[in-house]
């Protein structure tokens, strides 16, 4: 329905199995992680706003934790925003789809802490928005992968800059970095490969 559901976790150890939805059917989800660890493990996905009229917003921060590495994350599944935002804390994903359908919107903020992902993309290049935002954040590739980050609407890169940590792994990244003002700069870390393959400003 139209109803509001947030969880708020500041310490603690929380393990989910089976889907996870934040924001369903028309509601609002919101998912705020200041400390602790949240895990997401088994069968089924990671759905941030599903169905029309829903939205989602999972904001990582402090020294909270996000861990799914078995099954995909869709920030905006269908007919709804979802947006990540990562201001402190660490998430680990596999691949993380920034509008899964076209009738969708999905944004990841990275501001603050860390994120791996093993590849950043989307389920449909019809979306209209599916962006990717540097802001001091720091993007650590999960495995090597010759299309790293791909296919979004935009990457901007803003005042606080890109960070990113190759690890030990050969990334490339296809997708065009754009500057989105204030000379944030890119910074490359990691003992991996970096490659930069799109048309960059």
Avoid at 65 to 81: K, L, Q, R, Y
Wanted: with cysteine; glycine share 22%; aromatic share 4%.
């Amino acid at each position: 329905g139209s109803g509001v559901g947030e969880y708020d976790m500041s310490g603690g150890v929380v393990t989910v199995q089976g889907w996870l939805a934040v924001g369903r059917e028309g509601g609002q989800g919101i998912l705020n992680i200041s400390g602790g660890s949240f895990s997401k493990v088994g069968g089924g996905g990671i759905s941030i706003a599903h169905n029309g009229g829903a939205s989602g917003v999972v904001t990582i921060s402090g020294t909270g934790t996000f861990i799914c590495t078995s099954v995909d994350t869709w920030v905006g599944e269908n007919a709804a925003p979802g947006t990540w935002n990562m201001n402190g804390g660490t998430a680990i994903l596999g691949a993380v789809h920034l509008a899964q359908n076209a009738d969708a919107t999905g944004v990841m903020n990275l501001n603050g802490g860390s994120l791996t992902a093993t590849e950043i993309t989307t389920g449909n290049n019809g979306a209209s928005q599916r962006e990717l935002d540097f802001n001091g954040g720091t993007l650590v590739a999960g495995a090597d992968n010759a299309n790293f980050i791909h296919d979004l609407s935009a990457a901007n890169v803003q005042s606080g800059g890109a960070v990113i940590d190759t690890a030990a792994h050969a990334v490339s990244v296809n997708q065009a970095l754009l500057d989105g003002g204030g000379n944030g700069g890119l910074t490359n870390i990691g003992t991996g490969t970096l490659r930069l393959n799109g048309v960059n400003t």
